[in-house]
């Protein structure tokens, strides 16, 4: 009996520090999804460049979360492919192209009304947060997928409009390595950047 309830103690005291977990990365994630986008719409930014403005919102991701996270995953098995000084490269290159899709995306827009659901709770390692984004002309549905690492809790997937951001880029990815090299990708990555029309249909 006593093994028992020390048992159900130990859980009830895990549930309730999970949980607590997952009020606390809701409101981490509303903070910085709205610091990410006053970068874009405030008065005070008006006067920014394109490229101030990429800088800022990078500035405001990387305080909250680890980037390489997301991208190692989406490389998958062909970060083997690359050497350390590639892999410092991509990775690089990677974050400068998801920032310019995003400010690209939303400039010329109104402002976005992002609202945030009830924290989902798979494992005391895995947790979801679903979100809704209400644009002039539609909504996307979101779900931003955050695991428990080393260095706290991280994004590891964003799955917008039911597509997997990880799994997406994945497939370009393996498809590229198929008949290309790690100097191909960066070649690529590299000419994407020179483009300004890119946004959130980026592809590889």
């Not at 910085?32 to 719409?41: C, E, H, K, R």
């Amino acid at each position: 009996m006593k093994k028992f309830l020390y048992g159900f103690v130990l859980v009830c005291l895990v549930a309730g520090t999970t949980a607590q977990a997952g009020q606390s990365e809701l409101e981490k994630l509303r903070g910085t999804i709205d610091a990410a986008l006053d970068v874009i719409y405030c008065d005070s930014n008006s006067e920014l460049s394109k490229e101030e403005k990429q800088a800022k919102v990078r500035s405001v991701l990387e305080d909250k979360y680890e980037l390489d996270v997301i991208i190692r995953r989406a490389i998958g098995r062909n970060w083997r492919e690359l050497n350390s000084e590639q892999q410092v490269e991509v990775l690089e290159l990677v974050k400068t192209l998801i920032v310019k899709a995003y400010v690209n995306w939303m400039e010329g827009k109104a402002r976005p009304e992002v609202e945030l659901g009830e924290v989902v709770l798979i494992t005391d390692k895995r947790m979801e947060i679903p979100s809704k984004v209400h644009l002039e002309d539609q909504t996307v549905t979101m779900l931003y997928r955050l695991g428990k690492m080393k260095s706290g809790w991280q994004v590891y997937d964003v799955v917008a409009e039911d597509i997997s951001v990880v799994s997406n880029y994945r497939q370009q990815i393996d498809d590229h390595f198929r008949k290309g090299d790690a100097e191909g990708l960066i070649a690529k990555l590299n000419e994407l950047l020179t483009k300004d029309e890119i946004d959130e249909n980026l592809t590889i």
